[in-house]
């Protein structure tokens, strides 16, 4: 390295393009810094319980629900705010834009309560009384009437859980038992049984009642079953609202997607993002790091391996719908359709391997990410020093020896940075997907306790496509549009996370080594 | 590795070529259904690159000829970063935020254009009347940090005097003002925020391959010239950029090869109208979203199924010969390089 300018000089000026580059740094980082924050204010900020506004307009009309934003008024003076207003049920839209001149008081009562429930999304308004669906009536002690109803949720969540592991641990496989011998007298019994405990069990979750009122008084019977969370957001202190700000974004990570994506979480789109792309390195790694090895060390380095090394250059630039499109006529309908034929031919017409799916997802990722391992790999095993080669070679090593206790062991972090670097790409890559197997939907996560416990066949959920499917194939992609953030903000902290790891690795093997590449 | 790349060719011609020949295609069905798509996809590149290549060069002339060596080991990663946001993400807030946002404030958006350009020169108009405390501690070399927060007030300030001007210029609003005078219509998601949503998801990889053959000129040719009295600019035009602008050629190559092979933000953010038209305010289609869109529910061997496998043989043959002819580039301007340094 030569040293390069003097650190002192006369200042001149450099003109007005100088300047220009140097605004297109600040701009670039600016845009970068703007998306991020962008996104991770609105990803966290929608777990946090808002305050609910009870609002008075001019005409007398009473609403109550969260602000949202405020726009200037299209065609006279003035602003109109949006408020999310809940009670879809009951109003038939849970959305209201008010001009802001038209209202008159706007307040924040204690007991303004929120109800998160199964059906019509949000409730927003006034516990009145909880009892028998027939003889639900009006209570006096309010603030009894709260903690009853929360005790009440909180049995309800038992109940369901209990139900969900009755389901999940005795009535499935019985069922799968029964499928493959359908003569099997006790697994029939077994199953008449635990069929009348979960009856038992729904039973005890019905029939009570929860009488409710919006602000301007209409009233409305909820069933308590249906209810899955209640809280008070005016009332609460600042500690308890971080409380339910961390219980919401666990649930956001554990939870599986309800009302048509739009609400819930995204545990199987976690879950199938994160197998997928094992599933990729698995079937990656030993291709590329192979590959890598023979092009740097066995290979004689001539014209071919030039080419060779095009040849990868160009692969990383193909677009990665092509790969998808390879992946869909070779993988599904090519190999998966043979296979079909040979193996699961009492399925067909209903495709088997022959349509989209996890295994074909990863082969295609797979592929797509095999230049980057190549790369990294590459690029680590020419930093190591010829003299570390030589030395072991003239120590009396084979060049085998050499290979596997010389050269690899100092190449180890180079392939993990390009496997790292793979993983990241893949985990955000969707396009490709599109075309070979990712579901907006997938009712089954492919691993289960049924055999062979890891299904290679079936659609799974992906972070990328359930962005993309929920911001843009929804029913209310206004309310969804938190949940969507929220997404992105996952995604990308997983895809940053990842690639920062790999670039610490590679400072941290540059560090190590302090060697220039072959020229 | 040969194999992979043959394989994906091989593939998508064998699909293609006996239908070709055996003329199951009309030509007129071909030239209907291919045109939109191809006119789309070279219109959304054209305006993904129009942002991305002032923006990456500017980058990599500043961090490669004016920045401390310390602060650009900070800045490459940084622009890694950039380039690793997942297209999904970038799409999404261009199509379902960006989008709608500017076309409330369309006069504030465009206004940036020329506002931040002037908003530099305008900074560096200040500086130069700083007292030599202050412009040693706001250098140019750091300028790429500080001008973050002016920039910053330069947006904030446009888009709040931006009604005003649009009431007093435009009659109150620009979009009606340009479907009345100008007869152009505007759709939310359009070429305009394509381009800068695939202009910002290319912009690093442009950036960081001139980087490279900027900072991979002979330091001996920049010393020459800076010795003979020129300023870093002077020798950054006259001498280090004729030596690097091959490997410049080779990342706006590149970069177009990504631009035109990228899925997700168009598909988010363009409206996926098959519209034939230059306006940057109109939607298109481009190939990569048309196969996304279309494939998965075409009859594997029909008609239109092969049209769009079609499509992807023309787009893998672009972006094949593309980067072939960047790397082959690349591979020269290496060679000349060592040549220049004096190395046999």
Redo the contacts between chains.
Sequence with gaps: MKVARTKRRPIRSEGPWAWLAAGSVALSLLMLGGLLLLIATRGLGHFWPAMVAQVEMADGRLLAGRAVRELPLEQSAGRERLYFTANRDLDGQAWHWLPVNDIVASETPQDLIVLERRRHGEFIGRLVALGDAESVREQQAREATWERLQARLATLQELRGERERLRREVLRPLIRRLDADPSDAQARQALAEANDRVRVLQEAMRGEVALLENVDGRRLVQPLEEVLRAWRPNAMSTVEKLGIWGRGVWRFLAEGPRDGNAAGGVWPAIFGTVLMVLLMSLLVTPFGVLAAIYLNEVAHQGRLTHLVRIAVRNLAGVPSIVYGVFGLGVFVYGIGGSLDEWFFNDALPSPTFGTGGLLWASLTLALLTLPVVIVATEEGLARIPVQQREGALALGATRLETLTRVVLPMAVPAMLTGVILAIARAAGEVAPLLLVGVAKLAPQVPVDGEFPFLHLERKFMHLGYHIYDTAFHGNDVQAAMPLVYATALLLVLVVLVLNLTAIFLRHYFRARHGVQPRP | ??V??L??GV??VL?VLPALLGGVFDPARIRLELTPMAWGTLKAALWAMLFAI??????A???AL?MS?RLRSR?K??????E??????????A???LAPWVE?HLAGSLALLLV??L???L??AIW?RLP?VW?RHFS?SR???W??P???LL?FATFSLA?GLEALLFDGSLRNWLDRELGLDYATRNAMIVGLAMG?AV?PSV?ALAEDALSGVP??LG?GA?ALGA???QTL?RVVLPAAAPGIFAAMM?GT??A?????IV??ASGNTALMSLSPFEGMRTM?AG??VE??EAV?GSEAYLL??LA?LL??LF??L???LA??VR?RLRRRY?WLDG?P
């Design positions: 590795m040969i992979a790349v394989a994906i593939f998508l699909e002032p923006l990456a060069l500017g980058a002339i500043h961090s004016f060596q800045m990663p940084t622009l890694e970063m950039m690793a946001l997942p297209g999904v993400v970038i799409g999404f807030v199509g379902l935020v409330r931040l350009p908003g530099v020169l900074a560096a130069r030599a412009r140019l300028a790429g940090l001008l973050v002016w920039l910053m947006v009604p910002f912009m950036y330091s001996r010393e800076q300023t870093r600019w035009w590149i090869g990504r035109v092979g990228e899925t997700m598909l988010m990569a196969i996304a494939l998965p594997p769009l496998i992807a787009l893998f972006t094949f593309v980067n072939t790397e082959v591979s060592r190395a």
